[in-house]
């Protein structure tokens, strides 16, 4: 069994920045690509970032291209997402995301094997 653990969420105002963590309990965590998503009050969970299990490819959607970064440490089982250039439509609860595909592409929901808790970003007008 997977455990995922986020941490960084918390309140900001439009402009700033935030970065959220996962850590993971797993051996084999360089062999899951991992990803973050999201959801917004009465919206659907929709993907935000992900970067592959071997060379570090990553994929992002279009609405947070060019201010979101993802990244991952497999020496400390954690992946990143740095979030700058924050928006009120960030606002939402992030989670964390692992999955066994090796495919070069982003994650896609359905392939998701293990899911963190969320954690809450909140961004001020």
């Known amino acids: 069994q997977v455990q995922l653990v986020e941490s960084g969420g918390g309140l900001v105002q439009a402009g700033g920045s935030l970065r959220l963590s996962c850590a993971a309990s797993?051996?084999?965590?360089?062999?899951?690509?991992m990803g973050w998503f999201r959801q917004a009050p009465e919206k659907e969970r929709e993907f935000v970032a992900s970067i592959t299990w071997n060379i570090g490819y990553t994929y992002y959607a279009d609405s947070v291209k060019g201010r979101f970064t993802i990244s991952r440490d497999n020496a400390k089982n954690a992946v990143y997402l740095q979030m700058n250039s924050l928006k009120p439509e960030d606002t939402a609860t992030y989670y964390c995301?692992?999955?066994?595909?090796?495919?070069?592409?982003?994650?896609?929901?359905?392939?998701?094997?293990?899911w963190g808790q969320g954690a809450q970003v909140t961004v001020s007008s």
């Open positions: 995301a692992a999955s066994r595909s090796q495919y070069f592409r982003r994650m896609a929901q359905s392939e998701v094997s293990y």
């Open positions: 797993v051996r084999t965590f360089s062999a899951y690509m």
